[in-house]
């Protein structure tokens, strides 16, 4: 049973532009989310986090959203660089952090220069 | 740099013998989590432990265990290897048995042949 879902296995976006990741969960009980940059052969790396007391997070570049009603978030890149070209994972946890993350299989994201 | 070391960094065993990975938490933290990522999958959850205690346990099983030393590194075990252990194994530091701010380590790529 896939908890957290991420349905577009691969986004390919040109260089400057919007990059929109999408992921979705079933759980109820999850109220901390994050999402996570892998590059090849080495290990995620955290990109930012969300809290269900919010609705919007915002990191320079990244800013993620999350709509509770529809057990719905996305993490929104503005401008696209070619250095964000990796494989994005949004996770899951509940009890605000303190229950194991829960992974989505991953969209992998192409800047096209 | 997260500051999490994980070694060996690959490894290949045969089917039925047994597996020994290592990792080194971020200074400051106590709790390492490990993951098993199976090819095209996001990563699952094995176990979590916390000041030297097992603190949460996935769907894995007993054949894979682990340690956690006084300095917080921490060991999984795997043993009697399957083929479907062929997988990359990653640990996270974090504080406090919280995932909020779990830092990933590079992984130790496993093949059992």
């Known amino acids: 049973d896939q908890q957290v879902k991420q349905n577009s296995p691969s986004l390919s976006v040109q260089e400057g532009r919007i990059s929109i990741l999408n992921c979705d969960y079933t759980?109820?009980?999850?109220?901390?989310f994050l999402w996570y940059k892998k590059y090849p052969a080495e290990g995620p790396t955290f990109l930012i986090s969300?809290?269900?007391?919010?609705d919007k997070n915002e990191d320079g570049r990244f800013t993620v959203f999350l709509n509770k009603s529809a057990k719905h978030l996305s993490l929104h890149i503005v401008p696209s660089q070619p250095g964000d070209s990796a494989v994005y994972f949004c996770?899951?946890?509940?009890?605000?952090?303190?229950?194991?993350?829960?992974f989505g299989t991953g969209t992998r994201l192409t800047i096209i220069p | 740099e997260t500051g999490v070391t994980q070694s060996p960094t690959h490894l290949i065993k045969t089917r039925g013998q047994q597996v020994t990975l290592r990792c080194s938490s971020q200074?400051?933290?106590?709790?390492v989590s490990w993951y098993q990522q199976a090819l095209g999958q996001g990563p699952q959850f094995i176990f979590q432990?916390?000041?030297?205690?097992?603190?949460g346990r996935g769907n894995f099983p007993p054949r894979f265990s682990g340690l956690q030393f006084p300095n917080y590194s921490s060991e999984l075990n795997v043993n009697a290897l399957e083929l479907d252990d062929s997988a990359l194994y990653l640990c996270?530091?974090?504080?406090?048995?919280?995932?909020?701010?779990?830092?990933f380590g590079q992984g130790t790529r496993l093949t059992v042949v």
């Open positions: 996270a530091s974090s504080p406090d048995g919280s995932n909020t701010e779990a830092f």
């Open positions: 759980n109820s009980m999850f109220d901390y």
């Open positions: 969300i809290s269900s007391i919010k």
């Open positions: 996770a899951a946890s509940g009890n605000f952090g303190n229950e194991k993350l829960t």
């Open positions: 200074s400051g933290h106590n709790t």
């Open positions: 432990y916390y000041r030297e205690e097992e603190n």
